[in-house]
């Protein structure tokens, strides 16, 4: 090895010593809190609503959404948010409307953040119309003492997790993120997620049930409806005492397809890689088909009709009687 390079790695390696030393040692006066190295400044404001409304719209960009039940008959927002990208709050033709309002300059998005903006919606419990959310990155949670007549959000980045009921419906969509809705009554539902997992439980819904996932698992328990439909490209999904009193619909590119005392009057499966199992609640018509793969359902010749068609996967069905 040359001279010349022998001293160039010795003078980057003590470099490297030091700007580790010169590290642990800032870290240990900031007793290793690295918020601390943070540029960016944040502030709490709170807003009182004395006026009377009937919707919510939240438009935001990089902020978790939490509403919160309160005692008291005022309504009350808490911002925990930037300088100079701060929320708006006021109330517009019946609508407590939260905005953001960034004025922030070119060279105020440069800089160390390990701050999370966040706002909290403190309102009485009861009934309310619509509920619009829309943000760019952040985790929106709604409890289950709230009823709106609908729900409708959309995040690009972050989890929803909804046990609020909506008369009309709850429509969600996430680009990456989880959608989780329990213990809730709605006239219909439709979940879209590119990337993510679907999770719905003890839900009652008058109409028709929709979820569509690019890439992601689905997990469905305990739900009355009146048609379901889910489509997707990857990811299993299961069905665990799902009952649809007209169709069910489930089309998947890649992925298995898991029942558990679920039926319909009518089913309709179909995926390109993946088996189908389970077991189903009343004798069916069965038509099945897979070009690669064991089929193996009951010889009933009543009921309404199953449809199951697989290219490359098993296929394997009970009915449970009694």
């Not at 922030?104 to 309310?128: A, D």
Request: charged share 20%; hydrophobic share 35%; with cysteine.
């Amino acid at each position: 090895m040359r001279t010349r390079t022998k001293v160039w790695l010795i003078i980057a390696a003590s470099l490297v010593l030091i700007g580790s030393i010169v590290f642990g040692g800032v870290m240990s006066v900031l007793k290793w809190d690295f918020t601390k190295l943070s540029t960016v400044k944040y502030e709490n404001n709170d807003y009182k609503i004395h006026e009377d409304y009937q919707h919510i719209s939240i438009i935001t960009d990089t902020t978790d959404i939490v509403f919160v039940p309160c005692e008291s008959p005022t309504t009350s927002v808490s911002c925990y948010e930037q300088k100079n990208n701060m929320h708006s709050v006021s109330v517009k033709d019946g609508t407590l409307e939260i905005e953001i309002v960034d004025t922030r300059k070119w060279y105020e998005y440069i800089g160390i953040n390990f701050g999370t903006p966040k706002i909290t919606v403190f309102i009485p419990e009861g009934e309310y119309g619509k509920l619009s959310v829309k943000a760019s990155t952040g985790d929106v949670e709604i409890p289950e003492v709230f009823k709106f007549r609908s729900v409708d959000i959309s995040v690009s980045t972050g989890d929803v997790k909804n046990y609020a009921s909506a008369l009309e419906g709850v429509k969600i969509k996430t680009t990456t993120g989880n959608i989780c809705i329990e213990n809730a009554s709605a006239g219909s539902l439709d979940f879209i997620v590119s990337t993510g997992k679907v999770t719905v439980s003890g839900v009652t819904c008058e109409g028709d049930i929709i979820v569509g996932v690019s890439t992601g698992k689905t997990y469905l328990s305990n739900i009355q409806c009146k048609n379901f439909t889910s489509s997707g490209s990857t990811g299993d999904i299961s069905l665990n005492n799902v009952i649809a009193t007209e169709k069910l619909s489930i089309k998947r590119s890649t992925g298995d397809i898991k029942f558990d005392s679920s039926d319909a009057a009518e089913i309709y499966i179909e995926t390109d890689t993946g088996d189908v199992t389970g077991s189903l609640l009343t004798d069916k018509v069965f038509i099945a088909q897979t070009d690669t793969g064991k089929i193996n359902v009951p010889k009933t010749v009543s009921g309404g009709r199953c449809e199951i068609t697989t290219d490359t996967g098993n296929i394997k069905i009970t009915v449970k009687k009694g």
